[in-house]
C-alpha cells in the first residue's frame, strides 16, 4: 500500500528542523513553544485520533496558542510529519542484546513492531525516501550492529535490515487493518467467517476445489484464534530469518 501524505516536505526545510540547525524565536517563546513541544502535542494527536486529525491548527489548540504561532517553528504539516517520525524512532530502546545475529535482529524486529503498535499512523506516514533525522541515523547505525562481522558484505548487510523491516511493516499494517474493520464493520475476524460458512459450505466443496476447501478450512477455523496478525508475523519472521541464514552460511564457506 503505497503511502497515503498527500504533501511532501521541503528537504532544506525539513533537515534544518529535524537537526534543530535553526530555532525560531518569537514571542511565543515566552509561552514556551519550541519545535520539540509541538512534535509531542503533534504525535498526541495522531495518536489518539490518526493523521487525517493532525492539522496545524489542531496543533495550535492543544498548546493554547495561535496557528500563525506553530507556523513560526514549523513551516507546515509535511515537514512536521518528518519530525514527528524521527522523534518517534527516538523512542526505540537500543539494548545490547546478548546472543547470535538471529537472536539480535529478532530483538530489532519485535521493537520496530511494537513502534508501529505504539504509532500506527506512522504506516501512512512513511515512505520509502527516508527521514533523514538524527534518530533515524542513530536507529540504522545500532540496527546494523546485529549483523557487523557475520561475512556480509556492506550492501548486504543493509539488504538484511532492509528485508526483515519491510516484513515487520507489512506485518504491522496487515494488524491495523485487521483493528480498522473490526471498529468499522462490527465484526472480529473470526465472526466475519462465521457469516461466510454457509456460502463456502455450499460452493468451497471438496469436489470442485479439493486443495483449496482442505486448506481453506484448516486456515478458516484457526482465523480470530491460533491463526492471526500474531501468527503472521512470527511465521513471516522465522522464514525471513531461515533464509538470511543461508546468506550468512554461504559466506562463511566461502571466506
Known amino acids: 500500500m503505497a503511502s497515503e501524505r498527500k504533501a511532501t516536505a521541503d528537504p532544506a526545510r525539513s533537515l534544518a528542523i529535524l537537526?534543530?540547525?535553526?530555532?525560531?524565536?518569537?514571542?511565543?517563546?515566552g509561552q514556551g513553544l519550541s519545535v520539540d513541544r509541538i512534535v509531542r502535542a503533534a504525535i498526541d494527536i495522531a495518536d489518539a485520533e490518526g493523521l487525517d486529525a493532525l492539522t496545524m491548527r489542531r496543533v495550535g489548540e492543544a498548546l493554547g496558542v495561535g496557528?500563525?504561532?506553530?507556523?513560526?517553528?514549523?513551516?507546515?504539516?509535511?515537514?512536521?510529519?518528518?519530525?514527528?517520525?524521527?522523534?518517534?524512532?527516538?523512542?526505540?530502546p537500543r539494548p545490547a542484546v546478548e546472543?547470535?545475529?538471529?537472536?539480535?535482529?529478532?530483538?530489532?524486529?519485535?521493537?520496530?513492531?511494537?513502534?508501529?503498535?505504539?504509532?500506527?499512523?506512522?504506516?501512512?506516514?512513511?515512505?520509502?525516501?527516508p527521514v533523514l533525522g538524527p534518530h533515524l541515523v542513530a536507529k540504522y547505525d545500532y540496527e546494523l550492529g546485529?549483523?557487523?562481522?557475520?561475512?556480509?558484505t556492506d550492501v548486504e548487510m543493509d539488504a538484511v535490515l532492509t528485508l526483515v523491516l519491510g516484513h515487520v511493516k507489512s506485518s504491522a499494517r496487515s494488524a491495523s487493518e485487521v483493528v480498522d474493520l473490526e471498529r468499522d464493520t462490527g465484526l472480529t475476524?473470526?465472526?466475519?467467517?462465521?457469516?461466510?460458512?454457509p456460502w463456502l459450505e455450499t460452493f468451497l466443496t471438496p469436489e470442485r476445489y479439493p486443495t483449496a476447501s482442505r486448506v481453506g478450512?484448516?486456515?478458516?477455523?484457526?482465523?480470530?484464534?491460533?491463526?492471526?496478525?500474531?501468527?503472521?508475523?512470527?511465521?513471516?519472521?522465522?522464514?525471513?530469518?531461515?533464509?538470511?541464514?543461508?546468506?550468512?552460511?554461504?559466506?562463511?564457506?566461502?571466506?
Open 189 to 197: 475476524d473470526g465472526q466475519w467467517w462465521q457469516s461466510h460458512a
Open 146 to 152: 546485529a549483523v557487523a562481522d557475520i561475512g556480509l
Open 67 to 92: 496557528t500563525m504561532s506553530v507556523y513560526t517553528y514549523v513551516p507546515g504539516k509535511a515537514e512536521l510529519v518528518d519530525v514527528m517520525i524521527d522523534t518517534a524512532y527516538g523512542e526505540m
Open 99 to 129: 546472543g547470535d545475529w538471529r537472536v539480535r535482529l529478532e530483538r530489532i524486529a519485535r521493537d520496530n513492531l511494537a513502534l508501529y503498535q505504539r504509532h500506527p499512523w506512522m504506516l501512512r506516514a512513511e515512505t520509502t525516501r
Open 19 to 29: 537537526w534543530r540547525t535553526r530555532e525560531p524565536t518569537s514571542r511565543s517563546a
Open 217 to 255: 478450512t484448516a486456515a478458516g477455523q484457526q482465523h480470530g484464534a491460533a491463526y492471526g496478525p500474531e501468527y503472521a508475523f512470527e511465521f513471516g519472521l522465522q522464514r525471513v530469518l531461515d533464509g538470511i541464514s543461508v546468506v550468512v552460511a554461504e559466506r562463511a564457506a566461502n571466506r
